[in-house]
């Protein structure tokens, strides 16, 4: 199983990256973690924001493979327990789809790409830095894993 992680934004700092890609090559490939980043349209004083959004939606969907299972992160989602991801992984696995984990720029996810969603996971009710749930993300993928796998990462 393939997981794409498509993400609105570019040019992160070095410390996004490298925490991201930490968690990344820790996974297998049975679950391997791919990042697909969106280019995030350009905001100004009196920008069209729905039209930023709607757009930004459009080249999301533009980047989910064929026949894969949608999750969004929002925060009107589920908000699952690590244990919960983990059985969610373990269901992923077992479809034999890959899985695209999308998630919005700054104003959130467009509605175009909330309809195609089959989950929708909530990470909290805080908003966090869009570069920070990248990391967020892939660590908790990697946690997930390792409680499938009895690893001692998870304790």
């Given at each position: 199983m393939q997981i794409n992680l498509i993400s609105v934004g570019n040019r992160m700092p070095g410390w996004?990256?490298?925490g991201y890609d930490e968690y990344a090559k820790r996974l297998p490939r049975?679950?391997?973690l791919v990042?697909?980043?969106i280019a995030p349209g350009k905001r100004t004083?009196?920008?069209d924001v729905a039209r930023i959004v709607k757009e930004e939606g459009e080249r999301m969907i533009a980047a989910i493979p064929q026949s894969t299972h949608i999750v969004t992160l929002d925060?009107?989602?589920?908000p699952w327990t690590t244990p919960e991801l983990a059985e969610a992984m373990q269901r992923w696995l077992e479809s034999g789809q890959h899985v695209s984990l999308l998630i919005g720029g700054p104003e959130g996810l467009a509605d175009s790409v909330k309809q195609l969603?089959?989950?929708s996971w909530s990470l909290s009710k805080l908003t966090f830095p869009h570069p920070l749930v990248r990391i967020v993300v892939a660590e908790q993928l990697y946690r997930a894993w390792s409680i499938l796998h009895n690893h001692p990462y998870h304790r």
């Amino acid at each position: 199983m393939q997981i794409n992680l498509i993400s609105v934004g570019n040019r992160m700092p070095g410390w996004v990256q490298q925490g991201y890609d930490e968690y990344a090559k820790r996974l297998p490939r049975e679950c391997e973690l791919v990042l697909k980043e969106i280019a995030p349209g350009k905001r100004t004083k009196n920008s069209d924001v729905a039209r930023i959004v709607k757009e930004e939606g459009e080249r999301m969907i533009a980047a989910i493979p064929q026949s894969t299972h949608i999750v969004t992160l929002d925060i009107p989602g589920k908000p699952w327990t690590t244990p919960e991801l983990a059985e969610a992984m373990q269901r992923w696995l077992e479809s034999g789809q890959h899985v695209s984990l999308l998630i919005g720029g700054p104003e959130g996810l467009a509605d175009s790409v909330k309809q195609l969603a089959r989950e929708s996971w909530s990470l909290s009710k805080l908003t966090f830095p869009h570069p920070l749930v990248r990391i967020v993300v892939a660590e908790q993928l990697y946690r997930a894993w390792s409680i499938l796998h009895n690893h001692p990462y998870h304790r």
